[in-house]
C-alpha cells in the first residue's frame, strides 16, 4: 500500500459543495427571519 502523506488530497470539490451550502443556509435564514419579522410587524 502506498503512505499516504497529510495535505496533498485534492479538496475543491468539497469547498465548493460547503461554500453552496453556506450561501444557501444563510439564504433561508435570512428569509425566514424576515417572514417571521413581517408577520410579528402586520399580524392583526
Known amino acids: 500500500m502506498s503512505e499516504h502523506k497529510h495535505g496533498s488530497m485534492d479538496t475543491s470539490v468539497q469547498e ?3 461554500d ?3 450561501s444557501w443556509s ?3 435564514a ?3 427571519i424576515a417572514i ?3 408577520l410579528a410587524l ?3
Open 16 to 18: 465548493k459543495t460547503f
Open 20 to 22: 453552496g451550502f453556506m
Open 26 to 28: 444563510v439564504k433561508i
Open 30 to 32: 435570512v428569509a425566514s
Open 36 to 38: 417571521l419579522v413581517f
Open 42 to 44: 402586520f399580524n392583526s
